[in-house]
């Protein structure tokens, strides 16, 4: 048998950022993943956003959010030497005066002046962009390439004899006084991190997950000229070099599957369409299933009679951005005793 500190169920970007907890605090983890080809995690966009479009309010937590997520991808990146996390301005488009002006306002708040650029001049974009109200600069923004992320950290992970390939079978687990036995290996901790799959978990039944499907169009534009910023009108679209750009992303809650459909593509097109004043190609399409739950929130913490038990899920559309913060919360409650946040807290529910 052989002895660690946690078995982690999932390398998506939860457990991912969870395993890097575990090796950043000197402890012994074993990840176990099927490794499918598709996965909310392997199609995401990776964008995070300071601020709520919608009603121009900071995101949720960003403050404290955004120095954890700075410093846990820059511990993996140091470990797989490998970059994969970009700090990028985000260019709102103002769809009319009243939205430009509140913008305009917030930004000179105190609260808000990190974020909410000034307008910003229309000549920076040579005419790409259709007649609009105005432009400024979201700064604080970013992207994390996951699928990259999720390759170079599992094969760091193997550096470290701390990853399996493997589809966990919940039948295969005993679980002991004080922890549980897998196959060959016996834990303290069996922490879930399996994404919208968790909803088949018996440990965890009847978990408040509500689905989202999305999808993403990869298109090629020779002359869209946003250097290295994202646009957003609508829908984002996100450089990645060699004129290739993620636009993006659809929601759908009725039909949840995997498959790429053509009113994604049309509905994403239209709206590109409606951002930019240049041809462009589609490249390529992908749909993934976002763990989304009914209060938006991440769920984490301990199964409430099985204390070896544990889960991190619930990221919903903001996995870059939540899945740093709280993979170190959850792994301080394990060794630490710290508390979990009362919003995130699987107690909560
Ligand atoms: C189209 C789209 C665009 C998105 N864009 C963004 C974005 O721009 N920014 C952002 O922050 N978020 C975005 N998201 C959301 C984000 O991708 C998800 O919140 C995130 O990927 C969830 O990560 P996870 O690790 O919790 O789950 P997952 O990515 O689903 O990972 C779960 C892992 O567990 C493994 N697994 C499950 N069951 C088992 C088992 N029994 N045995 C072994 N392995 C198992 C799976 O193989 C998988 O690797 C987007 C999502 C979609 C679909």
């Not at 964008?47 to 700075?70: A, C, G, H, Q, T």
């Not at 390439?145 to 493997?166: F, G």
């Not at 590109?272 to 769920?299: M, N, V």
Request: hydrophobic share 40%; charged share 25%; proline share 4%.
């Amino acid at each position: 048998m052989e002895k660690v500190d946690a078995i982690i169920v999932g390398q998506g970007i939860s457990g991912s950022l969870l395993s890097a907890q575990f090796l950043k605090n000197g402890k012994t983890v074993l990840v176990i993943d099927e490794e499918k080809e598709i996965t909310s995690s392997k199609v995401s966009a990776g964008l995070y956003n300071p601020i709520v479009f919608k009603r121009v309010v900071k995101s949720w937590m960003i403050d404290e959010l955004l120095p954890v997520l700075n410093e846990s991808y820059e511990y993996m990146e140091s470990c797989c030497n490998q970059t994969f996390h970009t700090k990028r301005k985000i260019v709102k488009v103002f769809v009319n005066e009243e939205e430009k002006a509140q913008w305009l306002k917030k930004s000179e708040d105190q609260n808000f002046n990190q974020y909410l650029g000034k307008e910003i001049s229309e000549q920076d974009f040579d005419g790409c962009i259709k007649p609009h109200h105005g432009l400024a600069f979201v700064n604080n923004a970013g992207n994390v390439n996951v699928k990259l992320l999720i390759e170079t950290w599992a094969n760091y992970l193997k550096t470290k004899h701390s990853y399996i390939a493997n589809h966990f079978k919940y039948d295969d687990v005993h679980l002991t006084e004080d922890g549980v036995k897998w196959k060959d290996y016996e834990a303290n901790h069996l922490i879930f991190c399996e994404g919208y799959t968790a909803k088949n978990n018996p440990f965890f039944p009847n978990l408040p997950f509500v689905p989202a499907k999305g999808e993403l169009l990869t298109v090629k534009i020779d002359n869209l000229f946003t250097a290295e910023s994202v646009l957003n009108k609508g829908v984002f679209v996100l450089p990645e070099g060699h004129q290739l750009f993620r636009v993006g992303a659809t929601y759908v809650w009725d039909k949840i599957d995997e498959e790429i459909t053509s009113q994604a593509k049309e509905e994403l097109s239209q709206k590109l369409e409606k951002l930019i004043q240049t041809s462009y190609t589609i490249i390529d399409q992908k749909a993934g299933i976002r763990p989304s739950t009914k209060d938006r929130r991440p769920i984490l913490g301990k199964h409430p009679k099985l204390p070896q038990l544990a889960l991190l899920n619930g990221m919903g559309t903001k996995a870059v951005l939540l899945a740093p913060y709280f993979a170190k919360q959850l792994f301080e409650h394990l060794f630490k005793g710290k508390d979990i946040h009362p919003e995130v807290n699987i107690a909560r529910l």
